[in-house]
């Protein structure tokens, strides 16, 4: 599957938005990938899980993480396709951590998941959570890159689709100083 396949897959589904946007990360841009308008079509996330999966087929992952919203479904059908368990963490007390009794054995090769990625901080979370236990954090498998390519989590990074999507700091946002009107998606951070 290549970039264009992919970025057909957003376009087709409603995901490629344009405008002024407000990211999580807190920086604008004037677009933004709507990662569940790809989410909600059962078909296309198969389609791209099980291209995560051919991407890390001969990893011998044990399991595939995923951040807490998106990266639940990633991991559930990443992990389907690799006949593998899949689990995700979630924020307790403002840090990312495993619960409900998921556990990572020592050594056991990870994959973690996510869907968009702009700074990578929600997968730099996980792999910090994920290092008390031993795991062996074999790469990473995005739905998008939005960094254009610039984020190195010191594993084996696999993205679908790689944009170089602009972001500004808000106090230097040229959208915000033509007047367009900011819209905040997307998490409630």
């Not at 002024?20 to 079509?41: A, D, I, R």
């Not at 050594?107 to 929600?122: A, F, K, Q, Y």
């Not at 990473?140 to 500004?168: C, H, W």
Request: glycine content about 14%; overall charge positive; charged content about 25%.
């Amino acid at each position: 599957m290549s970039n264009g396949d992919v970025l057909e897959i957003f376009k087709k589904s409603g995901a490629l938005l344009e405008g002024h946007f407000k990211l999580t990360s807190g920086l604008h841009s004037g677009q933004y990938l709507e990662k569940f308008q790809v989410l909600q079509w059962p078909e296309y996330t198969g389609l791209l899980c099980k291209e995560i999966a051919e991407r890390f087929k001969n990893d011998n992952i044990g399991v595939v993480v995923g951040p807490v919203t998106g990266g639940i479904i990633l991991a559930y059908e990443t992990a389907k396709n690799l006949g593998v368990r899949g689990i995700f963490t979630e924020r307790e007390e403002g840090k990312m951590t495993l619960r409900r009794g998921f556990k990572i054995n020592p050594g056991e090769r990870v994959l973690i998941v996510e869907d968009i990625i702009t700074t990578g901080g929600s997968v730099l979370e996980v792999i910090e959570a994920l290092k008390t236990t031993g795991a062996n954090i074999v790469g990473v498998g995005l739905l998008a890159d939005r960094s254009g390519g610039k984020i190195d989590f010191g594993v084996r990074k696999e993205a679908l689709l790689t944009m170089k999507v602009e972001n500004y700091q808000a106090e230097k946002c040229p959208l915000c100083a033509k007047g367009v009107p900011l819209t905040k998606r997307g998490s409630k951070k």
